[in-house]
C-alpha cells in the first residue's frame, strides 16, 4: 500500500493553510480600514475562486504559471517550472482555501470594538502594534476557525489542482485525485479505503472546531491568548 | 518658573467639520483648568474630542497643543493618534479584555525599562485606588474600578491633554460621586488642558472650572462656569444650563426692563443691554413672600397662584401663573423650586401667594 498521498495531502493542505493565514489575515487588515466603490471589486475578486468551479481557477492558474504565462515566464527565468510539481498542488489549494480564511477573518476582526483599537493608537501604539496585540488577540476564535475552515477546503482540493499539478503519483498525487484515477482504473478497494481516511480527517476537523467553538469557545480562547 | 511653565499648557483648538445636519466649527483655548463640554446630545461633544485626539479629520483649521501643531490644513499637517500624546478616555472604559489591569496600565509603557515601568504601574495603582486588583481581567472588576483602571492607563502615558468622553454615564448613582471625587483629584493633580464631555449640568459644574456650551456645533458659551452660570449670554445657553424661566423683555428705564411674558417691570441688579431680548430667572433663586399684613408691596413682587406641582425626593417644583388665577393646568408663567420643609410651610397658606423675583437673581440676555 502506497501511503503517499496522505501525506502530500496533509503536507499540501498545511502549507496551502499557512500561506492562506497569513495572505487572509493581511488582506482582511488591509480591507477593513478602506471603503469606497473600489473595494467591492476587491471583494468580488477575493472571493471569486469561492464561486468559480475549480476547474476554472485551474485553467486560470494554467495560464497564469504555464511556460507563457506571465508568472510562468518570470519564474522560468530563474530556472522554475511549477506546472505540474509539489508547489502547484499547494497553489491551487492555497487560492481555493483563500475566500474562507478572508472572509472568516474579515468578520472576526470587525467584531472588535473600534474603541479598542482608538485607545490603543492614543497610548502611542503603532498600526502593527494594534494589529498584533490589540485586534488579533481579539479576532483569534473566528481566526482559529478560519484557519480550520482553510485547511478541510485545501484538503478536499480536486479540481484545480488536477489543471495545475496533474496526477504524477508520489508527487502531485493528493487524496481527491488518487480517489478520481483509483475509481478510473475499477480499483474500487483502494477508492473506497482513501475517502474512508478523507471522511475521516475532515470530520475530525469539523466536529473538532464546532465542539471548541460551541462549548468552551470564545471564553477559553480569551484566556489563551494571555 | 514654575507658574510659566504651566501656562505654556495650552491646547489651541479652532476647526470646522461638515457633519450630517449641521457643521462643527469650534474655536476655543483651554489651559491647566479643566474644561467641561456641555450641550444637548447630538451637539458635536464627542465629535470635538475625536479630532482633538485625531480619530476624525476636520475639514479645517488648527489644532495646538502646546505649540506642536497636532492639525494644519494650511500648513498640511496632521500628526497621527500615537505621535499626539493625547490621552482619550472612552465612555466604555475601552479596556483590553484579554489584558489585566497591570497589563492595560502598562499598554503605553513599553518604552520603559521594565524596573521604572513597574514603578510606574505601582503608582498609578495607588493613585487610583486600584490596589489588589492589578492581576484581574477586566471582565472581573466593577464599573466604578474598571473606571478608574482606564484612567490610570490613559495618565500612565503622562499625556499632554486628557480628553473624557462622559466619563460617568455608564455608573449607578452612588459610584458616581465617588468616580467624580477620583476625577476632581486627578485633575486637580494633573495640572494641564483636560476636556470633559457631559449632557450633565451638575456634573459639569462640579468637574470643570471652565465650561464650554455647545449647541448644533457651535460654542453658544465659553468661560468661567460661575460667569455663565450667573449670567448666561444667551436663552439657549441659559436653557442648557438649567434654567426654566425666561420671559421677552425690553428696556423701561434706567435698570429697569418690561418682562413682556410675565406682564411686568422689574429691576435687574446686572447693567441692562441696550437691546435686551430675554430676561429670565433660575428656579430655585424665586423667593415667596410670606404674607404678614403688608409686606406683600414691594420691588420686583408679584401676586400669583399655584397651578399645579412636581415632586422630587427632596424638591417641590411649583408652575405658578403672575397677577390672575390660572384657568388651566398648562397656564403657568413660572417654575419655583423649593425645599420640601419650606413648601410644607406655606402650602396652607390662601391665595395669592407672593414671590419676590431678586433684581441680583435676574439676567438678561442680550440678542
Not at chain 1, 142 to 158: C, H, K, N, P, Y
Not at chain 2, 72 to 82: A, C, L, Q
Request: hydrophobic share 45%; charged share 20%.
Amino acid at each position: 500500500m502506497d501511503w503517499s498521498p496522505l501525506w502530500i495531502s496533509l503536507g499540501t493542505s498545511a502549507t496551502a493553510t499557512l500561506i492562506t493565514l497569513v495572505a487572509g489575515l493581511a488582506s482582511a487588515a488591509w480591507r477593513e480600514r478602506r471603503t469606497g466603490p473600489a473595494m467591492a471589486l476587491v471583494d468580488g475578486v477575493f472571493l471569486l475562486p469561492l464561486v468559480l468551479p475549480p476547474t476554472v481557477v485551474g485553467f486560470l492558474l494554467l495560464l497564469l504559471f504555464g511556460r507563457h504565462g506571465p508568472l510562468g515566464k518570470l519564474l522560468l527565468e530563474f530556472g522554475v517550472t511549477v506546472v505540474f510539481s509539489w508547489p502547484a498542488t499547494v497553489i491551487a489549494a492555497a487560492v481555493v482555501a483563500f475566500p474562507l480564511m478572508y472572509l472568516t477573518a474579515r468578520a472576526a476582526l470587525e467584531q472588535v470594538e473600534p474603541h479598542l483599537l482608538q485607545t490603543a493608537r492614543t497610548l502611542g501604539a503603532s498600526e502593527w502594534r494594534v494589529f498584533t496585540e490589540v485586534a488579533l488577540p481579539l479576532a483569534w476564535p473566528g481566526v482559529l476557525a478560519g484557519t480550520i475552515l482553510s485547511f478541510a477546503r485545501a484538503l478536499g482540493e480536486f479540481g484545480a489542482t488536477l489543471m495545475l499539478a496533474g496526477n504524477i503519483p508520489g508527487k502531485t498525487e493528493t487524496i481527491p485525485i488518487a480517489i478520481y484515477f483509483a475509481v478510473e482504473a475499477n480499483e474500487i478497494q483502494r477508492a473506497m479505503l482513501w475517502c474512508a481516511v478523507d471522511v475521516a480527517i475532515s470530520l475530525a476537523l469539523l466536529s473538532g472546531l464546532y465542539y471548541w467553538t460551541h462549548t468552551q469557545g470564545p471564553g477559553r480562547a480569551r484566556n489563551l491568548a494571555r | 518658573m514654575r507658574e510659566t511653565w504651566r501656562d505654556d499648557m495650552t491646547l489651541e483648538v479652532q476647526i470646522e467639520k461638515k457633519l450630517l445636519d449641521f457643521t462643527l466649527d469650534v474655536s476655543f483655548q483651554a489651559s491647566s483648568a479643566p474644561v467641561g463640554i456641555l450641550g444637548p446630545s447630538g451637539a458635536g461633544k464627542t465629535m470635538l474630542l475625536r479630532c482633538i485626539a485625531g480619530l476624525e479629520r476636520p475639514d479645517r483649521g488648527r489644532i495646538a497643543l502646546n505649540r506642536r501643531v497636532l492639525f494644519g490644513s494650511e500648513e498640511h499637517i496632521r500628526i497621527p493618534t500615537r505621535e499626539r500624546h493625547v490621552g482619550m478616555l472612552f465612555q466604555n472604559y475601552a479596556l483590553f479584555p484579554h489584558r489585566t489591569v497591570a497589563e492595560n496600565i502598562a499598554f503605553g509603557l513599553r518604552h520603559l525599562p521594565s524596573g521604572d515601568r513597574a514603578a510606574r504601574i505601582a503608582a498609578l495603582v495607588a493613585r487610583t485606588h486600584l490596589g489588589g486588583l492589578e492581576q484581574r481581567y477586566p471582565r472581573e472588576l466593577s464599573g466604578g474600578e474598571q473606571q478608574r483602571a482606564a484612567l490610570a492607563r490613559a495618565l500612565a502615558t503622562e499625556p499632554e491633554a486628557l480628553l473624557l468622553d462622559e466619563p460617568l454615564s455608564a455608573l449607578d448613582t452612588h459610584l458616581r460621586s465617588q468616580v467624580e471625587a477620583q476625577l476632581q483629584e486627578t485633575f486637580a493633580a494633573y495640572r494641564r488642558p483636560a476636556l470633559l464631555v457631559t449632557h450633565n449640568i451638575e456634573e459639569a459644574y462640579r468637574l470643570g472650572e471652565e465650561l464650554l456650551v455647545l449647541s448644533r456645533g457651535r460654542v453658544a458659551a465659553f468661560g468661567a462656569k460661575h460667569e455663565i452660570f450667573r449670567h448666561p449670554p444667551s436663552r439657549e445657553v441659559g436653557q442648557l444650563t438649567g434654567c426654566k424661566n425666561f420671559s421677552r423683555a425690553c428696556v423701561s428705564g434706567t435698570g429697569m426692563i418690561e418682562a413682556l411674558d410675565w406682564k411686568c417691570r422689574l429691576r435687574v441688579a446686572q447693567s441692562v443691554p441696550e437691546a435686551p431680548e430675554y430676561v429670565g430667572i433660575r428656579a430655585h433663586h424665586i423667593d415667596f413672600v410670606e404674607s404678614s399684613g403688608g409686606s406683600e408691596q414691594g420691588e420686583n413682587v408679584f401676586p400669583c397662584w399655584l397651578v399645579r406641582t412636581s415632586e422630587t425626593p427632596f424638591r417641590i417644583t411649583m408652575y405658578l401663573r403672575l397677577h390672575h388665577p390660572p384657568n388651566d393646568s398648562t397656564e403657568y408663567d413660572l417654575q419655583a423650586e423649593v425645599y420640601k420643609e419650606k413648601w410644607q410651610r406655606f402650602r396652607e397658606q390662601p391665595f395669592p401667594w407672593h414671590v419676590r423675583l431678586s433684581p441680583d437673581s435676574l439676567f438678561v440676555m442680550a440678542k
